[in-house]
């Protein structure tokens, strides 16, 4: 299920910046839980954020979601058929073309081991359940500018490197 607002979300004012700058892409986020009731509250928790929110029902389905979806963030139960939220976590983070998805661990697990294992896993935060609406909704926003953060610093970069291959030969100095 994928929830898309029916207007676009806010363009730049006028004189904010340069009218060929490329508009930022509208943040996604992908729900994976096996429970409806907890996918459909994480939902309406997260209606007031301007994205586009998909949910996945397993692990199985979760990554078959990132390869259509392209999440930004990902909300990640650890108990799931087919693949738990730890394995999810590990194979996304150890692919480098999904490594930099944020990852918010969600879990009813509380043990210290669980979290050390959700670390050990590669995610970037986690929440225990139940969980707090002001709590989730801050953490999901965070991780969505420090996504975007990190997607312009890699722009910027790829840019740097184009101006650096284009440059001329600088002379030598003779001696």
Same mark, same amino acid.
């Given at each position: 299920m994928i929830r898309s607002e029916s207007s676009p979300p806010p363009s730049a004012a006028p004189g904010d910046g340069p009218a060929d700058a490329p508009k930022r892409p509208r943040s996604r986020v992908l729900i994976a839980d096996d429970n409806e009731p907890n996918r459909e509250l994480l939902?309406?928790?997260?209606?007031?954020?301007?994205?586009?929110?998909a949910t996945a029902v397993?692990?199985?389905?979760t990554l078959a979601k990132v390869s259509a979806f392209a999440p930004d963030v990902i909300l990640l139960?650890?108990?799931?058929?087919?693949?738990?939220g730890f394995e /999810?976590?590990?194979?996304? @983070?150890?692919?480098? *073309? $999904?490594s930099p998805i944020m990852i918010l661990?969600? $879990? *009813?697990?509380?043990?210290?081991?669980?979290?050390?294992?959700? /670390?050990?896993?590669?995610?970037?935060?986690?929440?225990? @359940?139940?969980?707090? @609406? /002001?709590?989730? /909704?801050?953490?999901?926003?965070?991780m969505l500018k420090l996504?975007?953060?990190?997607?312009?610093?890699?722009?910027?970069? *790829?840019?740097?490197? $184009?101006?650096?291959?284009? @440059?001329?030969?600088?002379?030598?100095?003779?001696?």
């Amino acid at each position: 299920m994928i929830r898309s607002e029916s207007s676009p979300p806010p363009s730049a004012a006028p004189g904010d910046g340069p009218a060929d700058a490329p508009k930022r892409p509208r943040s996604r986020v992908l729900i994976a839980d096996d429970n409806e009731p907890n996918r459909e509250l994480l939902e309406v928790y997260l209606a007031d954020i301007d994205c586009e929110i998909a949910t996945a029902v397993d692990g199985a389905d979760t990554l078959a979601k990132v390869s259509a979806f392209a999440p930004d963030v990902i909300l990640l139960d650890v108990m799931m058929p087919k693949l738990s939220g730890f394995e /999810v976590c590990q194979r996304l @983070k150890r692919d480098p *073309a $999904t490594s930099p998805i944020m990852i918010l661990m969600v $879990t *009813a697990l509380g043990e210290l081991g669980d979290i050390e294992r959700a /670390v050990e896993a590669g995610t970037d935060d986690f929440l225990s @359940k139940p969980v707090n @609406k /002001v709590e989730l /909704v801050k953490r999901v926003e965070n991780m969505l500018k420090l996504r975007h953060v990190s997607d312009e610093l890699e722009r910027l970069r *790829a840019y740097i490197a $184009t101006m650096d291959d284009e @440059k001329p030969p600088r002379p030598r100095p003779r001696p």
